[in-house]
Structure formats: structure tokens, C-alpha cells
């Protein structure tokens, strides 16, 4: 599976912009570029689509594998 450049990028930006109060600018880039990287392994641009009309609770469930793995690091 692959990300459209274009989809890297609409996920790169919300994920920055959702964690850079916490990890801070450097923290959010390296984590956010760990998690879309994951993700982008399982996932297409359509799965991740589906994946996030879903209630907040059930994305985390599918997308957790790729936080945990983030967070390690």
C-alpha cells in the first residue's frame, strides 16, 4: 500500500498540528512522520478514508499498532 504524496501531506499536517502543543515541534515531526510511515504500510488513501469516517474510538483501535510503534521511538 501506498499514500499519495498528496494524502502524506493532509495527514502530515493534522497530525502536526494536533501534536505539536504536547511533543513539541521536533517531537510532533518525528512522531508524526513515524506514524503516517506505518500507517501508509497497511493502508491506502481509500482504507484510511473509510478508517476515518468511523467514531473516534474505533480509528484509534485500528490505528493504535502505529502509535504504540511511534511512541517507542
Known amino acids: 500500500m501506498a ?3 498528496e494524502y502524506k501531506k493532509k495527514m502530515y499536517i493534522g497530525c502536526y498540528g494536533n501534536s ?3 511533543l ?3 517531537g ?7 506514524t503516517i510511515n506505518k500507517l501508509n504500510e497497511k493502508y491506502s488513501d481509500k482504507e484510511m478514508d473509510l478508517i476515518f469516517e468511523k467514531e473516534p474510538e474505533e480509528i484509534i483501535k ?3 499498532f ?3 510503534y511511534c511512541e517507542k521511538k
Request: hydrophobic share 35%; aromatic share 14%; glycine share 4%.
Open 62 to 64: 485500528v490505528t493504535e
Open 28 to 34: 510532533a515531526k518525528k512522531y508524526c512522520l513515524c
Open 66 to 68: 502505529a502509535i504504540i
Open 24 to 26: 513539541g515541534a521536533d
Open 20 to 22: 505539536k502543543q504536547y
Open 3 to 5: 499514500f499519495s504524496p
